[in-house]
């Protein structure tokens, strides 16, 4: 129940198209569903959070999509760029948790 | 901007060997923790530490043990290195709660190999 499962493992994109992963959890009681963003040699940064009293976030070209009755949320990446690739773990908690929960990751390659 | 800083980049060590593996970071967190990533299985918790001499297990604890005698550094020990232990090693930091949307600010990595 404390899983958070993503898809798919890795993903290749033209430049100027659409990514989407996805990511699926279990635990009802999370309530909190960052996503991570690695690039090669170096650790994961924060790159866009949801909460689920809202259905979609937005930062430039990233959004987030909720679905609490499927207990799904994805990630979108529009217009992506060479710049994009990078591996995206998505991840989930709750609110007094002191740690969060990563999926195993998607390795992302937009080609130029 | 907070700087997360693990002292090696690569280490290689042999079997048995007692390893340590050290991070300190500058902005004052009371959260830290140790990942190890493995291709195909993400971000695994080892430890972490919610306050100076406090620890908790995380997922795969066995085989590790940590020390936090400072609030800035937070080590990671292996007792009698293993082969299935190369691997690479991320510490990470947050200001309060990571569940409450304090960001984990990573460490760049230690890859460690152990032959």
């Known amino acids: 129940q404390q899983q958070v499962k993503q898809s798919p493992q890795s993903l290749i994109v033209q430049k100027g198209g659409i990514s989407i992963i996805n990511c699926a959890y279990e635990?009802?009681?999370?309530?909190?569903f960052p996503w991570y963003q690695q690039f090669p040699g170096k650790g994961p940064a924060l790159l866009i959070a949801?909460?689920?009293?809202?259905s979609e976030k937005k930062e430039g070209r990233f959004t987030i999509s909720f679905n609490k009755s499927a207990k799904q949320f994805s990630l979108h990446i529009m217009d992506s760029q060479p710049g994009d690739s990078a591996t995206y773990f998505c991840?989930?908690?709750?609110?007094?948790?002191?740690?969060?929960?990563f999926g195993k990751g998607t390795r992302l390659h937009i080609l130029p | 901007d907070v700087k997360v800083t693990q002292s090696s980049r690569y280490l290689v060590k042999r079997t048995g060997e007692k390893v340590f593996l050290e991070c300190v970071q500058d902005?004052?967190?009371?959260?830290m923790f140790w990942y190890r990533q493995d291709p195909g299985l993400g971000l695994r918790l080892i430890y972490f530490?919610?306050?100076?001499?406090?620890?908790e297990k995380g997922d795969i604890p066995e085989g590790y043990s940590v020390s936090r005698e400072k609030k800035e550094r937070f080590s990671l020990i292996l007792e009698s290195a293993s082969t299935n232990q190369t691997s690479m090693y991320l510490c990470?930091?947050?200001?309060?709660?990571?569940?409450?949307?304090?960001?984990?600010?990573f460490g760049n990595g230690t890859r460690l190999t152990v032959t």
């Open positions: 990470a930091s947050s200001l309060t709660l990571a569940g409450g949307g304090s960001p984990l600010h």
């Open positions: 635990n009802t009681a999370f309530d909190y």
């Open positions: 949801i909460r689920p009293d809202v």
């Open positions: 991840a989930a908690s709750t609110v007094n948790d002191d740690k969060i929960i």
């Open positions: 902005m004052d967190h009371e959260n």
């Open positions: 530490s919610y306050d100076v001499k406090m620890k």
